[in-house]
């Protein structure tokens, strides 16, 4: 068993309900493969480097999990099939220092879903109302009154 | 000569911090070893020390294949300064 990271970027042309189902299905194939999701952490909507298949934005999402080295292959196989995918990155975590990050990464993950409430908050807002997003500290209850 | 009197103290900051591990999905730590048109800047101009530099350009090549960091940089883009969009 050896430690992997999948970053995995989701059309955003989908609704957000089909954002959610396409990433619990991206889960699935993990843990159908054998593999042991350690913890997700979504990134957002976020604006890409560079425009992919023509979308200026893509859905982040990354995944911590455990799996035998041989099911990584069959799990890139059907992420290659998937269609709402734009990118996947996957990454390894192999040397001893590179498990120590891997445990850092997953702890600052679970740190951040354990406060999930106020980072999506500010994450929709952002792009809505962003003037007064940098004037006020507390953009979540000042904005809806600001407008 | 004005670039390279920018750089001239010349030490490895990674070294300094003792940087173990960089993350790819950590843009703005990039930023130092990124020129603006986001080339790796060298070892020559940033101090870098061999395994750092090493490390550093792995993780900026896997940065740019998550489009968390583009490739390249027209000359448009370079005045919006693309990476303050990022965050």
């Given at each position: 068993m050896r430690k992997y990271e999948n970053l995995v970027i989701v059309k955003p042309t989908l609704t957000a309900e089909e954002i959610q189902a396409s990433v619990k299905a991206i889960e699935e194939v993990i843990t159908s493969n054998g593999g042991e999701i350690t913890t997700t952490d979504t990134m957002g909507m976020r604006k890409l480097a560079y425009p992919i298949d023509k979308n200026e934005r893509g859905y982040f999402h990354v995944i911590y999990y455990t799996i035998a080295p041989s099911a990584i292959n069959e799990i890139e196989r059907r992420f290659r099939i998937n269609?709402?995918?734009?990118r996947f990155v996957t990454i390894k975590y192999d040397t001893n220092r590179e498990v120590i990050a891997f445990d850092k990464l997953v702890q600052t993950a679970q740190k951040k879903a354990a406060a999930p409430a106020k980072e999506e908050v500010k994450t929709e807002e952002a792009p809505v109302a962003e003037t007064p997003a940098t004037e006020?500290?507390?953009?979540?209850?000042?904005a809806p009154a600001a407008e | 000569m004005a670039e390279r009197r920018k750089y001239k103290?010349?030490?490895?900051k990674y070294c300094e911090a003792k940087v173990d591990f960089m993350d790819y999905k950590d843009v703005g730590a990039l930023r130092f070893s990124l020129?603006?048109?986001y080339k790796i800047m060298p070892r020559r101009l940033t101090g870098n020390c061999k395994r750092h530099q090493d490390m550093i350009s792995t993780v900026i090549k896997r940065a740019r294949a998550a489009a968390l960091v583009p490739y390249t940089v027209t000359r448009k883009q370079v005045v919006t300064a693309p990476f303050e969009n990022l965050k």
């Open positions: 269609e709402d995918l734009l006020t500290p507390a953009p979540e209850a000042e | 103290k010349r030490y490895c020129s603006e048109r």
